[in-house]
């Protein structure tokens, strides 16, 4: 409870400094998406770039100072972490931006375009490949090989056609999903190795030690600069990602947008 109430006045305090500070800027800088990617006055910067860490112990590098909707009140981005804060970096808000109007998470959707990953740019030499069909249509996933909601999925995934997945092995639960994950990359057939143990049950064979299994650690350390945290994960042909486990309506429906 005590929490609570000191969040609740740490919020209003900031949002009162970011309204008077909204107050002394020019009129024509409305709370509109437009404003917002206007650049921040180079003092507003200068200070919450200096203020902040020198307020707060330990506190990382800044990397980005941007405008938000709110007159007054400044987005923090720290690698695809964001915060807020008012203009002498003398509160900090850790939470969702909402736009209650268009009823518009502006967190999320700043979010999704941090994180959105450049298709051609997927280390394609670290995954196998699973063609259905005639193959037009591109889906990378990543996925554990223990994960539960990855064989649901699976099972959902052999009724698309005319697709290509390109499967990276994302062995994240434990040990055993990494000897699983070898197993499979060290496979003959990948691709049916992989099916066979997700939607079958048929456990791989385990991997020979001589076996290169450089890929799961680079899949892994990728799935860390990207903010994979969870299986499975989707990557479309357009960038957009999905986090979870969707059907086979869904994937159709996805792939007509951004599959290519």
């Keep these: 409870m005590k929490t609570n109430v000191m969040r609740t006045a740490l919020a209003a305090a900031l949002m009162a400094a970011a309204l008077a500070a909204g107050a002394a800027e020019k009129k024509d800088l409305a709370p509109t998406v ?29 990397d980005e100072v941007s405008r938000t909707p709110i007159p007054g009140l400044y987005e923090v981005r720290i690698g695809t972490e964001l915060f807020y804060t008012d203009a002498d970096g003398g509160y900090i808000i850790n939470g969702e931006m909402m736009d209650t109007k268009a009823q518009r998470n502006l967190t999320q959707e700043r979010l999704d375009k941090l994180l959105a990953i450049d298709f051609s740019a997927l ?69 049916r190795t992989w099916e066979d143990w997700m939607v079958k ?36 042909a357009d960038g957009s990602r999905v986090p979870g ?16």
Aim: net charge positive.
């Design 201 to 236: 049950g048929e456990a791989p064979t385990r991997a020979e030690a001589a076996c290169d299994v450089g890929a799961l650690a680079r899949n892994t350390e990728f799935g860390r600069k990207y903010r994979i945290t969870g299986t499975p994960t989707l990557v479309f």
């Design 245 to 260: 486990a969707i059907g086979t309506a869904q994937i159709e429906k996805l792939l007509a947008n951004g599959g290519k």
């Design 123 to 191: 280390p394609m030499k670290d995954a196998f490949t699973i063609v259905r069909g005639n193959g037009k249509r591109k889906l990378a996933v990543f996925e554990d090989p223990n994960c539960p909601y990855c064989k649901h999925f699976e099972r959902d995934l052999q009724k698309v056609d005319n697709v290509t997945v390109y499967m990276f092995l994302y062995p994240i639960l434990g040990p055993d999903s990494v000897e699983k994950s070898k197993a499979i990359w060290c496979s003959r057939d990948k691709g």
């Design 34 to 62: 437009a404003n917002a990617a206007r650049a921040v006055p180079p003092a507003v910067e200068a200070a919450v770039r200096k203020n902040l860490p020198a307020r707060m112990h330990n506190f990382p590098q800044i």
